[in-house]
């Protein structure tokens, strides 16, 4: 069950961590019709953003939202967008591709999330950990990797998985973090060029933090 549910998941983040974060020349669309249209793959598809508010962020770059059917918070940083459906497609090119998107203005700084259809128990997390990290080595041989482990995140179990990744043109942060939703794998992830790895880590720390999950 650990190779078949690490191989699943690797098909699933792949297209997260190893695309290149070279701005795209397309803009993102605010709650468009992309974030319907790439919902249809996720296990439950996610409506537009609630209105109901999230917990206040205490960093001023930072605004809480509430995704996937109000089942998951999470900070995002002010000013992102839904990624449009074209410019998903161009970054993220596997039919793998996360279901929703949030990114800046030039598409170079990215969250995505990805509820995929991998069973999974919030008991079973830490099983899983190292046969994944494992399959993450084996794909990127060169990573630097910061941070492979499970913690309590609000109560729940969330793998974390931290790592500069090659790309195309640079190279890549990832913060990948995995937890159980509706009894499958819900994968989210941030990642930005190594250019801004020192002005967004910490951003990206805070999100993680902030991670609330049903």
Known sequence: ????VSVALLLSILAVSACSNKPADTKPAEQNAAQTTEAAKTTEAPKTDSATPAPAATNDKLE??????????????????????EMAKAKYPTENRPSLIYTDEKGSINIAFSHTETPIQDSLLKDMKDPMKEAFSNMYQDATWYRDEVIQINGKNVGVFEMLTP????????????????????????????????????????ILMSYKVQ
């Open 167 to 206: 790309a195309a043109d640079t190279k890549i942060y990832n913060l990948i973090f995995f937890t159980e939703l509706d009894g499958k794998m819900l994968m989210t992830t941030f990642n930005c060029t190594e250019a801004q790895m020192e002005e967004w880590k910490p951003l990206a720390q805070e």
């Open 64 to 85: 809480a939202k509430k995704v996937l059917n109000d089942k998951v918070e999470i900070l995002i940083p002010k000013g992102f967008t839904v990624m449009s459906e």
């Open 1 to 4: 069950m650990k190779k078949l």
